[in-house]
């Protein structure tokens, strides 16, 4: 069952706005996550933010974490090219160490 | 450094035929695990293991087999292969732990005809 439900499905904007993504998810969790898939290729861990963080910075990455709404949104400034790509969320709870994934942002980047 | 790697990238399998899905990894994580992509979904998790010689279900486990003989590897067999399990398989590994991060194969493209 997924946990994750990213908004939107897709988002093409022109190189070097920026791009926001949101992930919502239902249940209680230990820190959710977000990786990005290249298209026909495996996926790469960007981020990860712990339960009690609300705010986390990696590069032109930004991500926040509102567990009372059950929510995340991804910043990536000053978008480029190389950014296109597929990007997912996902939650580990508690009680094991799966990760329960979201269905994914398509972002494209428009030269 | 390899990290995850999955043998074959393409199969093309006739419906009822068996296979193989090769996985290893040189970080020496102890948790390994075999999703599955389809258009429009998350990955869902097919099978995992926390170590050598223990491996559970996850959430469609039915039509497929691992084991886990080694820490390194985690095979993906496929008992007879159907039309619904056409999809891209991919292979994860990590540390135990909450806050470890998963590695990535590159994905074996199944078609089932």
């Known amino acids: 069952s997924q946990q994750g439900e990213e908004d939107p499905q897709a988002l093409s904007i022109q190189e070097g706005e920026n791009a926001t993504m949101n992930c919502s998810y239902k249940?209680?969790?230990?820190?959710l996550q977000w990786y990005r898939q290249n298209s026909g290729r495996g996926l790469v861990h960007l981020i990860l933010i712990r339960s009690n963080e609300r705010e986390k910075h990696s590069g032109r990455l930004r991500v926040t974490l509102d567990t009372s709404k059950k929510s995340s949104s991804l910043l990536i400034t000053a978008s480029r090219a190389a950014d296109t790509a597929s990007y997912f969320c996902a939650t580990r709870a508690y009680s094991n160490y799966q990760l329960i994934w979201g269905a994914g942002t398509k972002l494209i980047i428009k030269p | 450094n390899a990290g995850v790697t999955q043998t074959p990238k393409f199969q093309v399998l006739k419906t009822g035929q068996s296979m193989t899905l090769q996985c290893a990894q040189d970080?020496?994580?102890?948790?390994m695990s075999w999703y599955r992509q389809d258009p429009g979904m998350g990955l869902r998790l097919i099978h995992y293991?926390?170590?050598?010689?223990?491996?559970d279900q996850g959430e469609v486990p039915n039509g497929y087999n691992v084991s886990r003989s080694t820490t390194e590897d985690f095979p993906l067999r496929l008992l007879s292969a159907a039309p619904s399990q056409t999809s891209v398989y991919f292979c994860a590994s990590s540390y135990q732990g909450e806050d470890t991060e998963a590695f990535f194969g590159q994905g074996t493209r199944l078609t089932v005809v």
């Open positions: 293991s926390v170590g050598a010689g223990i491996t």
């Open positions: 249940t209680s969790i230990n820190n």
């Open positions: 970080m020496n994580h102890e948790y």
